[in-house]
């Protein structure tokens, strides 16, 4: 069955670090992978997008690499803030209508 | 842009009774919008894709009597919890996408936490 899987639950790095969140999937062959950010009490938000085609998109301090031979995605965020700490998913598509599958997210804490 | 709500943000029934969640697009047209549930330190999980005009898709699981759902314009979803339990209590996110490209982001409501005594 198809699996979507964050390689730990908590990350938490000292501000000004690079912090690097996983997305590893099974049995999928995805044409695209989005991550999110979810706040507590909070619906998510959209950060980025990353088609097959694509090894790398960068947003501001954001990266995402996409690795469909490992069938890894990994998001980096550079020169970390304390704003940054929030939980990411990674969603991938599933089916029709832009059906989207989440993983669990990893909660990132900043620490000043 | 790409504004979604939610209304309630939170509600508290008693069981037995009906809850209704209100999910609008406000500065776009949206056919298809996704409702959700998650539980406390959990994924995202999807229940239905709903489409305007048409009858929502419910995933495997997700009893259909039980969650009625309403997409009555492009800009409206609903979401109407029946006979609410205390096992129903979570927290309810519904997502849209403008327009149909297959690579559309969701843009997701700000939740609605019930909670069922």
């Known amino acids: 069955s198809q699996k979507i899987e964050q390689n730990s639950e908590a990350l938490n790095i000292q501000e000004g670090k690079t912090a690097t969140l996983t997305c590893n999937y099974t049995?999928?062959?995805?044409?695209?992978l989005q991550w999110y950010r979810q706040d507590p009490g909070r619906g998510p938000v959209f950060l980025l997008l990353?088609?097959?085609?694509?090894k790398e998109k960068r947003k501001e301090r954001l990266k995402v690499t996409f690795d469909t031979t490992l069938k890894q995605s990994l998001f980096h965020i550079t020169a970390s803030q304390p704003a940054d700490s929030a939980t990411y998913l990674c969603?991938?598509?599933?089916?029709?209508?832009?059906?989207?599958?989440f993983g669990k997210g990893i909660t990132l804490s900043v620490r000043p | 842009g790409a504004v979604v709500s939610q209304h309630p943000s939170w509600v508290i029934c008693k069981s037995g009774t009906s809850v209704k969640i209100e999910c609008r697009s406000l500065?776009?047209?949206?056919?298809?919008m996704f409702w959700y549930r998650q539980f406390p330190k959990q994924s995202l999980m999807l229940m239905a894709t709903?489409?305007?005009?048409?009858?929502?898709?419910?995933e495997q699981g997700v009893e259909k009597d039980k969650f009625l759902i309403n997409h009555a314009s492009l800009t409206l979803s609903t979401l109407t919890v029946t006979s609410a339990h205390p096992e129903d209590s979570s927290f309810y996110i519904c997502?849209?996408?403008?327009?149909?490209?297959?690579?559309?982001?969701?843009?997701f409501g700000p939740g609605t936490r019930l909670t069922v005594l």
């Open positions: 049995n999928y062959s995805p044409a695209y």
């Open positions: 709903s489409n305007e005009g048409s009858k929502a898709t419910y």
């Open positions: 969603a991938l598509p599933t089916g029709a209508n832009s059906k989207l599958t």
């Open positions: 997502s849209a996408i403008p327009g149909t490209s297959g690579y559309n982001e969701q843009f």
């Open positions: 990353i088609r097959e085609n694509e």
């Open positions: 500065d776009f047209q949206a056919t298809t």
